[in-house]
């Protein structure tokens, strides 16, 4: 039996953050486990951190059965998702990805990346269908 109690879903407010929120709130739900919805400012980025913190307070199970944390890091956000992982005894990481390959990720790097192979827990990472992915060249207008 797999146990999952804390569960760390990292946002970054895109459409494929946006998805991954749905797998993490069915897995909470499915365990009775808590959420950890995190942004992570990245150093001079845009914007204050109180903008961001209430951009993350309206994410909201509608269950209020499930426990909810909000968190605003600031750093790299590879780096501090990993880490908050370690420091809190996180169970699973729910991401999301754009799926680029090749040259784009090269050149852009991918956080779902890092943090699947650095992260102390298991990691899922969560893609947009492709039908509604805008980046694929298969998408459906």
């Not at 569960?7 to 499915?30: C, K, M, R, V």
């Not at 209020?64 to 501090?80: C, F, N, R, S, T």
């Not at 990346?113 to 694929?136: Q, W």
């Amino acid at each position: 039996m797999i146990h999952v109690k804390k569960i760390l879903y990292p946002t970054d407010f895109s459409s494929y953050s946006n998805q991954a929120y749905f797998h993490a709130l069915g897995l909470a739900e499915t365990y009775g486990a808590a959420l950890a919805v995190v942004y992570v400012h990245p150093p001079g980025g845009p914007g204050e951190k109180a903008h961001w913190r209430a951009q993350l307070e309206q994410v909201r199970p509608a269950n209020p059965k499930i426990p909810v944390a909000h968190v605003v890091l600031e750093g790299d956000p590879a780096a501090e998702i990993v880490r908050y992982a370690a420091d809190t005894g996180t169970d699973v990481v729910v991401i999301g990805t754009h799926g680029r390959t090749g040259v784009d990720r090269l050149v852009m790097g991918s956080v779902a990346e890092k943090v699947m192979r650095e992260a102390p827990c298991s990691v899922l990472v969560v893609k947009l269908p492709r039908e509604s992915d805008p980046a694929d060249p298969h998408h459906v207008r």
